[in-house]
């Protein structure tokens, strides 16, 4: 059994890797980071929501998005990591069936800090992201990974074609991710 308080800066060290792999465009590397049946479900709020499955898929579709900015730079603003309360430390998904090995749930306040790149339509522009990221983390062989993530956008400022920026209802939370 490790000290939970080791396992709470674990979950932190995670997202921060995370922030560091997108900001540096490192696909490959962060691969390791999600679970080979990893799900990402994201809701932009503007446009249908979409679920991606496998680190194959759900890094395509970043690495398409960050591409057209000539910076990027992804911040996670708060963490709050909280370890399964299960004994058994199994998680549930969708399916019903049960994973084996140690369970979390982080919830993630974050920003991106973008320029839009020379072939974007807002080129030269700097605009900012923010969202929240509610994740299902598992850990085997001593190391965690993503297992579900869920990300909704929260708003959105300084294109011109949202030139005020964009605002979006907040989610209810509940207390513990």
């Given at each position: 059994?490790?000290?939970?308080?080791?396992?709470?800066?674990?979950?932190?060290?995670?997202?921060?890797?995370?922030?560091?792999?997108?900001?540096?465009?490192?696909?490959?590397?962060?691969?390791?980071?999600?679970?080979?049946?990893a799900?990402?479900?994201?809701?932009?709020?503007?446009?249908?929501?979409?679920?991606?499955?496998?680190?194959?898929?759900?890094?395509?579709?970043?690495?398409?998005?960050?591409?057209?900015f000539?910076?990027?730079?992804?911040?996670?603003?708060?963490?709050?990591?909280?370890?399964?309360?299960?004994?058994?430390?199994?998680?549930?998904?969708?399916?019903?069936?049960?994973?084996?090995?140690?369970?979390?749930?982080?919830?993630?306040?974050?920003?991106?800090?973008?320029?839009?790149?020379?072939?974007?339509?807002?080129?030269?522009?700097?605009?900012?992201?923010?969202?929240?990221?509610?994740?299902?983390?598992?850990?085997?062989?001593?190391?965690?990974?993503?297992a579900?993530?869920?990300?909704?956008?929260?708003?959105?400022?300084?294109?011109?074609?949202?030139?005020d920026?964009?605002?979006?209802?907040?989610?209810?939370?509940?207390?513990?991710?």
């Amino acid at each position: 059994m490790t000290d939970p308080r080791l396992d709470e800066w674990e979950l932190e060290r995670l997202i921060a890797r995370y922030a560091d792999g997108v900001s540096r465009r490192d696909w490959t590397g962060l691969a390791e980071l999600f679970e080979p049946d990893a799900a990402l479900r994201l809701d932009l709020i503007d446009r249908p929501a979409r679920t991606l499955h496998g680190p194959d898929e759900i890094l395509g579709f970043i690495a398409g998005a960050v591409e057209r900015f000539d910076f990027f730079e992804f911040v996670a603003l708060n963490v709050l990591g909280v370890l399964s309360t299960d004994p058994d430390g199994a998680r549930r998904r969708g399916d019903g069936s049960v994973a084996d090995g140690s369970g979390a749930r982080i919830r993630t306040h974050m920003c991106e800090v973008r320029r839009h790149g020379p072939d974007d339509p807002d080129a030269g522009c700097w605009s900012t992201a923010f969202g929240l990221y509610q994740d299902v983390v598992v850990r085997r062989g001593g190391k965690w990974r993503f297992a579900e993530r869920s990300y909704r956008s929260l708003a959105r400022t300084g294109t011109v074609a949202t030139r005020d920026g964009l605002v979006f209802p907040p989610p209810r939370l509940r207390t513990e991710p």
